[in-house]
């Protein structure tokens, strides 16, 4: 069935280094594919949407200089966070849109397992 | 086989109904069960719950959770159209992995 898969599921790296997060849809193609970051209380928080091919619409306040999101295929988009800081550690979960089912009548969105990035 | 299995679908009633979401999980470490409910930007976080038998309430909303028949159920009484929306269940098994079940598509006709 559909599934989003998310790499690495968490990451530990040094202030100032790139961290890049995989998201990929598997048996199915997603045509939009969303970021979230999760917030202490549990509340998500779009990041950045992305449509194959195209550049990522960012969300107010989500600086896009510092959250590259590539959508390069139907099945795999990234999330790289560069330079990172401490503030940045957080938990990221994507999100992939696209239609599966008999003849691709049901368009769902499944969300990935998240990444847990800590920056030290 | 999918971990979180949400029913039904999709559900589509009257306003001022009562609907009843379910979500079952299978549990390998279980830390918490999560509901959100999703309108545009993002899932708007619910409710959280960790222990059996302990109905968390929010207005209209309410949940609980069977942690040994695993599965949580969330309530919506007198149903309003701002109601509809999707609902997602999500196991935490750790702190490093959210499973999301497929969501139920509810809606709310006047």
């Known amino acids: 069935g559909a599934v989003v898969s998310q790499h690495p599921s968490r990451v530990i790296c040094k202030s100032g280094t790139s961290v890049k997060i995989e998201c990929r849809s598997l048996?199915?193609?997603?045509?939009?594919m969303f970021w979230y970051r999760q917030f202490p209380k549990q509340s998500l928080m779009l990041m950045a949407t992305?449509?194959?091919?195209?550049?990522?619409?960012?969300e107010q306040g989500v600086e896009k200089d510092k959250f590259l999101i590539n959508h390069a295929s139907l099945t795999l988009s990234t999330l790289t966070v560069t330079s990172a800081h401490p503030e940045d550690s957080s938990f990221y979960i994507c999100?992939?849109?696209?239609?599966?089912?008999?003849?691709?009548?049901?368009?769902?969105?499944?969300f990935g397992p998240g990444t847990r990035l800590l920056v030290l | 086989e999918d971990k979180v299995v949400q029913s039904p679908l999709s559900l589509v009633v009257h306003e001022g109904d009562t609907v009843t979401l379910n979500c079952s999980y299978e549990?390998?470490?279980?830390?918490?069960l999560l509901w959100y409910k999703q309108e545009k930007k993002a899932p708007t976080f619910l409710f959280m719950l960790?222990?059996?038998?302990i109905e968390k309430k929010s207005g209209r909303l309410s949940s609980i959770l069977d942690k040994k028949e695993l599965f949580s159920i969330l309530n919506i009484t007198a149903t309003q159209t701002g109601d509809s929306a999707i609902y997602l269940c999500?196991?935490?098994?750790?702190?490093?992995?959210?499973?999301f079940g497929k969501g139920t598509h509810l809606i709310i006709q006047p």
């Open positions: 999100s992939a849109r696209g239609r599966t089912g008999l003849a691709g009548r049901v368009e769902t969105q499944y």
């Open positions: 048996d199915f193609q997603a045509t939009t």
């Open positions: 992305s449509n194959e091919g195209s550049k990522a619409t960012y």
């Open positions: 549990v390998t470490n279980f830390r918490s």
């Open positions: 960790t222990s059996s038998g």
């Open positions: 999500a196991n935490k098994e750790n702190r490093d992995g959210l499973t």
